[in-house]
């Protein structure tokens, strides 16, 4: 079975640093492009970081960018999201997702989401 599990969410001061963590099992790593999107209550889901197989080619929301660094490491089947000078407006939970198309069929994945609060 297909599972994508995030780990490292929690409650941080701003401007504090998080690491999040995307654990995939049921699926080669390497053959999907990865992506954080992030749902705060009351929003739409937006993604945060897009991260492909050509890892260089990483992007982000603009909201993020400069504070956020997406990651990879295909070998461990791991994703990761670091994020620096966390601000209030970070509040949301965190999702991780594995996504391709191949064979005429789409490959869309899911975690089930880590909370990421940011206050005083």
């Known amino acids: 079975q297909v599972q994508l599990v995030e780990s490292g969410g929690g409650l941080v001061q701003p401007g504090g640093s998080l690491r999040l963590s995307c654990a995939a099992s049921?699926?080669?790593?390497?053959?999907?492009?990865m992506n954080w999107y992030r749902q705060a209550p009351g929003k739409e889901r937006e993604l945060v970081a897009h991260?492909?197989?050509?890892?260089?080619?990483?992007f982000y929301a603009d909201s993020v960018k400069g504070r956020f660094a997406g990651s990879r490491d295909d070998e461990k089947s791991t994703a990761f999201l670091q994020m620096n000078g966390l601000k209030s407006e970070d509040t949301a939970v965190y999702f991780c997702?594995?996504?391709?198309?191949?064979?005429?069929?789409?490959?869309?994945?899911w975690g089930q989401g880590t909370q990421v609060t940011v206050s005083s």
């Open positions: 997702n594995a996504w391709r198309y191949y064979g005429g069929r789409r490959y869309d994945y």
């Open positions: 049921g699926i080669t790593v390497s053959e999907y492009d």
């Open positions: 991260i492909p197989i050509e890892e260089s080619d990483a």
